[in-house]
């Protein structure tokens, strides 16, 4: 603890920082970051925009690089983008990238002296039409804090099983699958049919009509015939967290736990 102290005293460690290393969390006037969530968890804390303020959305990133070195920011507006990057500019007293997928609506800002994690581990993210885009962009970003290699496979829908035979190769060359898809839910039980890899199935609320919000894709990918996990609707980042702690056990498996 002295150390911790001595660092915040010469400056070389924000209180953020201390307070990090010895709680496990930064307290912030918007709530706590946890911090210790990668060490701990094998994947970092998110923030969720959704229901916060720009301001609020800013001071937890802020807390997160501070603290970890990188901010994951998910379902975020341009108004949320804008205000972290003022907040970054002002607080964070080290340089910042800023990584914002606009349809993806999320947001990874790294600090220049951050050693993001490389794992030896593919998760390859489908998509069974352009719709369903954003949720396996979202499922991508945190794959990619992460450190997984990601292989993506887009536009392959069941309405012509050719797409997704044509990409069979590279399915089944990934070590762990997330299938993202809307109406009826189907490609996740197809693709889990073709492939000895773990498939995660996202249903998405790209259809319309009865069960359009993605209860249809939802009910359909729990009946399925054939052996997959499944999220709740629109979940990418839960289906990313969850491939990505697979590809960390793959990996070290491969490294031989070192």
Do not use: W
């Not at 924000?14 to 706590?32: D, F, I, K, M, W």
Request: hydrophobic letters at 45%.
């Amino acid at each position: 603890m002295r150390d911790v102290l001595d660092a915040v005293a010469d400056g070389e460690l924000s209180p953020a920082a201390a307070e990090a290393r010895l709680a496990g969390y930064v307290t912030t006037g918007a709530g706590r970051f946890d911090a210790a969530r990668e060490s701990r968890r094998g994947a970092p804390e998110g923030i969720l925009a959704t229901g916060k303020t720009p301001a609020e959305v800013a001071v937890l990133a802020t807390a997160a690089l501070e603290s970890t070195g990188r901010a994951l920011v998910t379902r975020v507006s341009d108004t949320d983008v804008d205000a972290v990057v003022e907040a970054v500019a002002a607080d964070v007293d080290a340089a910042v990238e800023c990584n914002h997928d606009e349809r993806a609506r999320t947001l990874l800002a790294q600090t220049a002296d951050h050693d993001p994690p490389e794992l030896d581990a593919t998760v390859g993210v489908v998509t069974g039409g352009t719709a369903d885009g954003a949720v396996a962009g979202e499922a991508t970003a945190v794959l990619d804090a992460i450190g997984a290699t990601v292989e993506r496979v887009d536009d392959v829908g069941v309405a012509h099983l050719g797409r997704v035979l044509d990409h069979l190769e590279r399915l089944r060359a990934a070590d762990v699958l997330i299938v993202a898809a809307g109406r009826e839910g189907a490609l996740p039980t197809v693709v889990a049919g073709l492939v000895d890899t773990p498939v995660i199935g996202v249903p998405v609320s790209s259809g319309y009509g009865h069960g359009g919000d993605g209860e249809a894709a939802l009910a359909g990918m729990l009946q399925s015939c054939t052996v997959l996990s499944v999220v709740n609707v629109d979940a990418g980042f839960i289906a990313g967290t969850q491939a990505g702690l697979i590809a960390r056990a793959v990996s070290d498996a491969r490294s031989g736990g070192e």
